[in-house]
């Protein structure tokens, strides 16, 4: 209303009011008052006129006592000659009208959340045919190939939504929308004014455990997981868990944050949905980092997952059932000494442990057979990247059975094949914060039997709307 | 009897530690710096970006999460200039003084008019700030408004030292009044610039110059080859009083610009501690002052 009002004038503003008005008269029920109805707009818009008067004075006097010195109302000349004329700015008198753009649907920022889409779309090319493709495992640590075509993929449209809920609480949703349909990644809450340094997350969220696990398929520095992760938990990572987090910002001179989770744990390579009934997965974190000189920080930090475990994911035709640990140590180094530089060393370790029972066929076929199954497995990836302005190279290597490869199945450790292994290079160009496009190799060494799958992709990842905040 | 209490007080103020300081926590240099001239010893002040950082590109670092942690006011820029790293650290500072719509939650640009308010802008045009442009800590009459609010809110925080921060503001007021005289006499109205970022147009509306064209080709992209060739052109062309820009931002382009068009390049601090003499606001401004009559 002010806005119109700063364009227009009162009177025309009193026309506009009259002539709404009036419509709704038109068309409201019959039989009512029009005399008195009439009286009280007219007194309705002499009280919005007076206000609006009011208004204006007030505005007028803060931009006089606002005035430089060398000419009160310098300011005014906002518009300023330029070539390119990148933006339309708007005149001063104008500045209401600017209100409308924060929110969504033209409503304030009030009504409508923070939303923002990211697009993550790739060309796959492999040496090897779709029919290998698919069936291409990790042999001893997961039977789930990756979900990839050659060709053009899709990989998913992830839709963001945040917002306070009220002083206490903030909430915030992730919805990716994929060619086989839309998920519920992560909706949780996140206090906001709890004493003493803690905050509680709940919902469906990303658990803390290690890094990478924790940010969005996008934001990984590669178009994919490394291959301990892969192994451990899916080539997505964890994925959203349902369940609570509290974590704790002690007051110390050095940063460290200690966080424990209790999760529901269907993570269908470290739990799976049915292992029991209620929550069985319990994660306990600690994440430290310090500064190095002006431009360094490190962070590194140990976390631990324990749950039970009901999985098909060991070996095809086969069910695990037992316990599960997984224990990680993450590191990062950043190094950014200027706006146009920057370099990242990041590493993570993980060990899986696993005891339980292996059952080899269905469980209703009688010739299906149990035998024990203790499966203590590591594997780690080293990953670097140096910007320079726009551009981004980054290589990884990663690789698997580092220094514990038991597999022992009725008490006798089986041979599985040659070690696992990978490594990555890629070259990403960033023409904005909005947009970027990589290109990747991979020479992939994970089958075990000595097939190699060169792999290339280009991605490119777009993103729009409210501009996510970048953690550290 | 008033010999004993005053005795008595006496020896009661070392031992409370009632009066502890208010910890501020500023975003930016210049924030610091006026919150420093508003809040002097009653303040104890934290500031997160380094002077030779980009306010644009500021990643979150651990340091700033644990000042953010103890702070009883958190001080900002506002305008979405923090915006790549200030909602992460008010979050993971878990600290409920300096939540949105808190007290403790000093947004500095709720105090200026704002120029280049865009009335529609997408992100074709560029990273275009999209509340209007950000870098009003030039502009001396603004500076004051949000001096003035810090006044208040610091009172409001601290109510007990009140008078101390409203003295203060008087003292900050009139020195910044006789600034103003000395900046407005100085011969910078009516010239003619060109400027690598849109850093300077507080600066051009309150000291009365022109910016005419921009060497980035929108906001954050920087030029392309092409581009600074039909800038050379332009440039040699119109013969501008000199082409701005800021000891870390574009400082490659507007040299080798300066250099094949004969123009001069004017290296203005983009915030106080920029350059070595900046040391507070107003040497900031005596700087940028004097780099633009040169
Ligand atoms: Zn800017």
Redesign the interface.
Known sequence: MAACMHMGGPMKIRCLLVLLFSATLVSSSFGEDVESRLKTLEDTTKAQQQKFEEQQRLIDE??S???????PG??E??A?????K?????T?G??G??AK??GIFGGSAMTNPYLSLVVNTFFYGSTLKQKELDSRTVPGFTNVPVDVRKGFNFDSAELFIFA?VD?YL?LYANIPVTESGTELEEAYF?T????G???VKGGKFKSGFGRINGQHPHAWDFVDAPLNYRAFMGAEGMGGEKGIQVTW?P?L???LQLGIEALQGENDQLFGADAKDGPHAFTIFAKT???IG?SG?I?FGPSFIKGKANIPTVADNTTFTGNTDLFGFEMVY?W?P??GTGFILQSEYLYRKQTGDLRMGDVADPASTVAPLTRAQDGIYVQGLYQI??WRVGARYDVLDLIKKDYILSGSQQSLGKQPWRATGALEFNP???TRVRLQYTRDESSRDGKTNNELYLQMLLG?GA?A???? | MRKTAIVLIALLVPATPAFAKVKVVATLPWIGSVADEIGKEQVEITTLV?P?Q?PH?V?????M??AT??ADILMYNGL?LE??????L?????N?NI????PGNFDCSHF??????????D?S????H???NPHYHY????IL?VAEGMASALSALDPSHADAYKANLATFREKVRAK??E??ALP??GKQFVAYHKLF??L?????F?????VE??????PSAAYIEHLIE?IGRSRPNGILTTP??GRKEVDFLAQKTGVRGVVIPHDVGATPGAKDWFSFMDQTLSALVK
């Open positions: 803060l931009k006592s606002l005035g430089g010195p060398s000419a310098a300011a000349t906002a300023l000659p330029t070539p390119s990148p933006v339309q700015t708007a001063p104008q500045e009208t600017t753009l924060t306070p002083p903030t996140v906001s004014s709890l004493p340094g803690l905050q910002l007051e001179p050095i940063y980092s310090m500064e002006d920080t962070l950043k950014k200027s706006r302005e726009r904005s914060e909005f729009i501009h905040a970048h953690s550290f | 380094k030779n980009d590109m990643d979150a670092r651990p340091s999460i644990l942690r103890k979405d915006i790549g790293y200030l909602p992460i008010i979050e993971s500072s878990r409920p939540q949105p719509g808190k200026v008019t704002v120029l280049e308010k865009p009335v529609s802008v992100r045009m560029g990273d275009v999209p509340l209007g502009s001396p009459a603004r408004s103003q005289k900046w407005g910078t109205k147009e507080y051009a509306a309150d000291f009365g022109t910016i005419t064209a921009y080709p929108k906001p954050g992209i920087p332009a870390i931002y």
